[in-house]
């Protein structure tokens, strides 16, 4: 007995079949991952640094926020500004946890990233996960008090 060769309609019927269900495979996934073939979903991330109120930083002294960041690429911004007048400038910076450490055992050391500043809007990008610290120093100053405030907040996307 001679074998038949498929029909081009039961080749078809076979391949749309096929298709019908990947397209079905692609869709149930897609509502579970955030895309065909993407990473989960997961909500943004907000996390408020300093609170807008106004900090008396003492002569050689500083003042920190710290922080927590999940696994995620996230960014801090905001505005820290001195009070109004002559002298109240500051330093400020963020530190990871080990280098919070180093630096706050000699803070004349190394400069914070603002430099002296009397306000200061940082947008600067970190990767979690770990402990940061937002830092307001006032260590340049032997005999003044600053007063500052910080209102900042870290998005995580």
Known sequence: MKARAPS???IRAGVLVGVAALVVIV???GRFTGGPGGPPRRPPVTIRVGDDTAIAILA?????YPFWLP???CTLGGRIEGAAGPDQGFEAGVLTDDEFRAWSASPQAPRLQSGRVA???PSITLVGP???HLVV???FSPRSVRVVTVKASVVCP
């Open 8 to 10: 081009f309609e039961r």
């Open 71 to 73: 696994a995620r690429v």
């Open 119 to 121: 306000a200061w809007a």
């Open 130 to 132: 770990g402990r940061y």
């Open 27 to 29: 869709l149930v996934m």
């Open 60 to 64: 050689a002294q500083f003042h920190q």
């Open 137 to 139: 120093s006032n260590f």
